[in-house]
């Protein structure tokens, strides 16, 4: 089930974004989000940028839900080093991240680390099948 929709889905602009964040997955970084504008060709700044941003990293993410792998889009972050409001809202929605009493730090670090685990060198053969 998509929730949010399909504006990149498809497109250069989608698949480079995913590179960019298996590349950082892999190599254990992170990507931060202003990398992710410049990909999708969008200012490096403002409104448009997260919203456009947020878009993106959200339909990578709903994706590998889908094939019951952890939140890639969680590699990528703001210039403190943390993701926004809507990875958290998306975490909610996809059932990842209880509504109540939810510690965002600790699914953060929890989920980075299953995003690295997945995507390891050695964990390439087993990536879809990880739950």
């Not at 504006?7 to 990398?35: D, N, P, W």
């Not at 959200?58 to 019951?68: C, K, P, R, T, V």
Request: proline fraction near 3%.
């Amino acid at each position: 089930m998509t929730t949010i929709g399909g504006q990149y889905r498809g497109t250069r602009e989608f698949l480079l974004v995913y590179c960019a964040l298996i590349r950082a997955a892999r190599s254990r970084t992170l990507l931060h989000y202003k990398e992710v504008a410049t990909l999708i060709a969008v200012p490096q700044a403002g409104h448009h940028m997260a919203r456009q941003v947020g878009q993106v990293l959200g339909e990578i993410s709903e994706d590998e839900h889908g094939m019951n792998r952890p939140m890639l889009s969680v590699v990528a972050v703001n210039e403190a080093g943390f993701p926004g409001d809507g990875f958290f809202k998306l975490a909610r929605r996809l059932g990842r991240l209880p509504e109540v009493d939810a510690d965002e730090q600790a699914f953060f670090h929890t989920e980075r680390t299953r995003v690295y685990d997945i995507w390891a060198d050695a964990g390439i053969g087993s990536a879809t099948t990880a739950g």
